[in-house]
């Protein structure tokens, strides 16, 4: 059976390894600008709202992707090869952090203790409009209404 004689020429295992590392080094890295156009998407409400399959999906590949790096060796992954490795890891890496720090600090509101569930009553409030006028929600029965409270926070 044939063996590589030239160096330079990678095997059939450092061949598979460099591929293993470029798909799983590619998904961490763009895991955030595939979760947010997905997330504002009506169709994809679920995708939002539980995103632990796919931060387990990235997680995987991050795992995947700094153990091809440290599997790297031989005389194919020159020190070059291997540092640009290296800076595509730690990429990946930093937008693996970027999206789990949105995705579980910033996307994720903790739920209202008193809100009311879907088709429940609406509990009775008192608001003032801007020219002074007070409103109670029971004294508005039979009228529509539309109310719009804007947060500053």
Request: charged share 15%.
């Given at each position: ?8 020429t ?29 997330s ?80 429940q ?33």
């Amino acid at each position: 059976m044939p063996t590589n004689v030239a160096t330079d020429t990678p095997t059939q295992k450092e061949r598979r390894l460099l591929g293993l590392w470029c798909i799983s080094t590619f998904f961490p890295a763009v895991g955030l600008f595939v979760y947010l156009p997905a997330s504002t998407n009506p169709e994809f409400e679920h995708f939002s709202e539980e995103p632990h399959g796919f931060t387990a999906f990235l997680t995987l590949c991050l795992i995947l992707s700094l153990g091809s790096l440290l599997k790297s060796k031989g005389p194919v992954f020159t020190d070059f090869l291997v540092r640009r490795m290296r800076v595509g890891s730690a990429t990946a890496t930093v937008f693996f952090v970027a999206y789990t720090s949105y995705v579980y600090s910033f996307s994720t509101l903790p739920p209202a203790p008193n809100a009311p569930e879907i088709g429940q009553i609406a509990p009775d409030f008192t608001v003032q409009d801007p020219e002074d006028r007070t409103w109670t929600l029971s004294e508005m029965t039979g009228d529509t209404l539309v109310f719009f409270y804007r947060g500053h926070w």
